[in-house]
């Protein structure tokens, strides 16, 4: 079984940054793709970004290029979303995923495992 569990979230006005975390099993569980998911209320579930763990590469959805950066530790075992520049559209829960393997752009149903989620409001 994975643990993914989500930290970081909360309140910040417009134009702030937060830097969201992901404790996690999954790169020695043999879960190689970590991604960031965020859903608001009354929208479907959207990817952010996904690293694959092993070799560091990154994936961006365009409306967060040039103001997210996911990474992760040395040890693998917890992720990052550093989260710039933010606007009220980005409120959301933000949920950390696990997956198998890094397959092309940022499906839901590619991960397997998923955390509670951490919320992240963001004011103008």
């Given at each position: 079984q994975v643990q993914l569990v989500e930290s970081g979230g909360g309140s910040v006005q417009a134009g702030g940054s937060l830097r969201l975390s992901c404790a996690t099993s999954a790169h020695a569980g043999g879960y190689y793709c970590m991604g960031w998911f965020r859903q608001a209320p009354g929208k479907?579930?959207?990817?952010?970004?996904?690293?694959?763990?092993?070799?560091?590469?990154?994936?961006?959805?365009?409306?967060?290029?040039?103001?997210?950066?996911?990474?992760?530790?040395?040890?693998?075992?917890?992720?990052?979303?550093?989260?710039?520049?933010?606007?009220?559209?980005?409120?959301?829960?933000?949920?950390?995923?696990?997956?198998?393997?890094?397959?092309q752009g940022l499906r839901p149903g590619d991960f397997r495992y998923w955390g509670q989620g951490t919320q992240v409001v963001v004011s103008s």
């Open positions: 479907e579930r959207e990817g952010v970004a996904r690293i694959y763990t092993p070799g560091g590469n990154t994936y961006y959805t365009d409306s967060v290029k040039g103001r997210f950066t996911i990474s992760q530790d040395n040890a693998k075992t917890t992720v990052y979303l550093q989260m710039n520049s933010l606007a009220p559209e980005d409120t959301a829960m933000y949920y950390c995923a696990a997956g198998s393997w890094c397959y």
